[in-house]
């Protein structure tokens, strides 16, 4: 079951009054059931590995709790990360490192004759690499005795399998919705009409605006061999996914939140108008805030020998916090990156892109070490958007070939410009779809008015609740009917395969 669906929205509609109707214990087994359907309807044999990380994880905590600190307790621990995360490599790295491993026996002269293949095939559970970190977080945080263990089974597999992120997050702490699981909020009609917003919102997003880019980003990758391209035409590519991704993964996100405030649960958000961060480390402070806090936390800052915090809060944004050697922070910056690559996908141009960041975040701490501050925000961001979009190439790309070509076409002079035109004529290298111009255009126009209208607007529009009402009235009345025309079940969430 996705989100862009009216199956959806009647499963949705039906689990929620059947939340606020029903006590306690009946209420969080209705959450459990609901979410094993909702899982279910993609492919229900997944559904006992799911249920097997959940009961791995509710069984390590309570034993973890019981233990003094020691070596029995670190080795439950280890016990509990290592179920997950051999179910994470199983299932989505193993075909991976198998063949790297043929490949490295065959340039080192090894016969390997037809190579190795696996006697089953292997599907990527959907959601395994959110459910996993949330459930490892859990029993990171009860190992550090800032959570307490839960007692009661149901209750812990509602927060791990909670239907609206269990496939694409937020990943969530167990300090920051455990509680509200496990104590109904008092009904308020506040809750309803904001969750509603939220779900239209993200609707939008996904169906009219990510799904439509789309057809161009396939089109540029597929259609054309990198030297086809001129570099203007692959930067407009690498605007154009980065809005793409942005739009489809925030409006999942939208819907995630707005779903579960219908039952007056709140999640940390997890997007902040990230295309307007004036800097790199001020962009994963905006982008995937969840995971990127989580990747902070529970791994980054442990290489640097600095205990994480315990929200999802803040990204990678770690300033005034780390006290290591710089060389030591540069290394779990890297190290950090190169993994965070690499949860997104089996695949080496996942890691091309981590590194990208990893260079990108190095050279801002160098500039900002020797400037001592930083340039205006205007100027940053004039720097930052195009090198966090140009970041895009190999996350899109088919292979690292790909990605490394097109990006020295945009580095090459005579991909700008076109040598036959020096003596007259239009002088751009332009190759895609004329829309794909307008479209870069325009949506970044709008990104931008979006988040002037939010800071400068709507602060001073909340004085006059009428208008502000009637404005939302319109928004919402222009939004709606073309999310039912462009609804497409078909298309799913692109952060489904990672």
Known sequence: MIFNSLTYILFLTLCCVLYWVLPRQPRLWMIFIASIVFYGFWNFWFVPLLLFSVVVDFCAGLWIERLA?????????????????????????????????????????????????????????????????????????????????????????????????????????????????????????????????????????????????????????????????????????????????YFDFAGYSHIALGSARLMGIRFPENFNFPYMAPNPREFWRRWHISLSSWIRDYLYLPLCGVRGGTRSVDGLDVAGRVGPHPLRRTFALWVTWGLMGLWHGANWTFVLWGFWHAAVLSVHRLISRIAHREPPAIVGWAFTLPLM???????????????????????????????????????????????????????????????????????????RPFATALAEAAAFAVMTPLIFLYLRPINQFIYFQF
Request: positive net charge.
């Open 389 to 463: 979009m140009l970041g895009w190439i190999p996350f899109r790309a088919e292979n690292i070939d790909t990605a490394l070509a097109l990006w020295v076409r945009v580095v090459t002079p005579s991909a700008w410009l076109r040598p036959e035109t020096q003596g007259g004529g239009f002088p751009f290298w332009l190759a895609l779809h004329r829309d794909s111009y307008y479209v870069a255009a325009a949506v970044l126009l709008l990104i931008v008015a979006a988040w002037a209208a939010r800071n400068f607007l709507m602060p001073s529009m909340e004085r």
């Open 69 to 245: 600190a020691g070596w029995r307790r670190n080795a439950v621990l280890i016990g509990s990360l290592s179920v997950n995360l051999l179910i994470l490599g199983t299932f989505k790295y193993l075909v991976f490192f198998v063949g790297q491993a043929e490949g490295l026996a065959r340039a080192l002269g090894i016969d390997v004759g037809a190579g190795f293949s696996l006697p089953f095939h292997i599907i990527l559970p959907l959601g395994v690499s959110f459910y996993t970190f949330q459930s490892m977080s859990y029993t990171i945080d009860v190992w550090r005795r800032v959570t307490p263990a839960v007692h009661e089974f149901v209750l812990f597999a509602s927060y791990v399998i909670y239907f609206p992120q269990l496939v694409a997050g937020p990943i969530l702490r167990a300090g920051e919705v455990m509680w509200q699981l496990d104590r109904r909020p008092q009904f308020q009609a506040a809750d309803l009409i904001a969750g509603s917003r939220r779900i239209l919102a993200g609707l939008f997003l996904k169906c009219v605006l990510a799904d439509n880019i789309a057809p161009l980003v396939d089109s540029g990758f597929a259609g054309f061999a990198p030297r086809e391209l001129g570099a203007i035409d692959i930067v407009v590519l690498a605007f154009l996914f980065g809005f793409q991704i």
